[in-house]
């Protein structure tokens, strides 16, 4: 089975910086789509950036909260993808999740996968 696995996470000072991973594994024949998304305490889970995969060619879109400060990249080779974040605010602080659009080779199907979660707090 096809699974997402994220580390990367951890305590922070403003203006500080993590790189997140999530690595898919398992029997996957392409990945197209791979996203980061947060979610923080009592609030609702928001698209924080995503990559788009059209042949050799990536677009990465990101919330404006992220604009210029986070970065999304892929190593399709290692089925991973990064989310490297600078300049990181109080505001960021929130569990992250990786998710995927996955295409296994077993079955003709597009998976949805979600990582476990890793949480990233951002305090003085």
């Known amino acids: 089975q096809v699974q997402l696995v994220e580390s990367g996470g951890g305590l922070v000072q403003p203006g500080g910086s993590l790189r997140l991973s999530c690595a898919a594994s398992?029997?996957?024949?392409?990945?197209?789509?791979m996203g980061w998304y947060r979610q923080a305490p009592g609030k609702e889970r928001e698209l924080v950036a995503v990559?788009?995969?059209?042949?050799?060619?990536?677009?990465?879109n990101y919330a404006d909260s992220a604009k210029g400060r986070f970065f999304i990249s892929r190593d399709t080779a290692k089925n991973t993808v990064y989310l490297q974040m600078l300049s990181l605010k109080p505001e960021d602080t929130a569990v992250y999740y990786c998710?995927?659009?996955?295409?296994?080779?077993?079955?003709?199907?597009?998976?949805?996968?979600w990582g476990q979660g890793t949480p990233v707090t951002v305090s003085s």
């Open positions: 398992g029997s996957i024949s392409s990945i197209n789509v």
């Open positions: 990559t788009t995969r059209v042949l050799n060619t990536f677009t990465n």
């Open positions: 998710n995927a659009r996955v295409r296994p080779r077993t079955t003709d199907t597009l998976l949805e996968l």
